[in-house]
């Protein structure tokens, strides 16, 4: 395997955040429609909302290697 250099490495761990970013923002919404729905509350929150809108910003930031994660949102 070729050595990466110093920029190439730097692409891939910033790829690498907003990926992890998406996936936190992701387990975020979830957490919170699971509570919600445990609480009996069916209506989208405004906490549900919120969440929602962090989801689709952070899919928005993913590299177009990772766009799949997003689909649907």
Do not use: C, W
């Not at 992890?20 to 429609?33: G, K, Y």
């Amino acid at each position: 395997m070729p050595k990466l250099s110093k920029e190439a490495l730097q692409e891939y761990a910033d790829e690498n955040r907003r990926l992890a970013d998406f996936r936190r923002a992701e387990a975020a919404l979830h957490e919170n429609a699971a509570k919600e729905a445990a609480a009996g509350i069916l209506d989208e929150t405004s906490e549900f909302l919120r969440l929602n809108d962090a989801v689709v910003a952070a899919g928005k930031r993913l590299p177009q290697r990772f766009r799949h994660y997003a689909k649907g949102r």
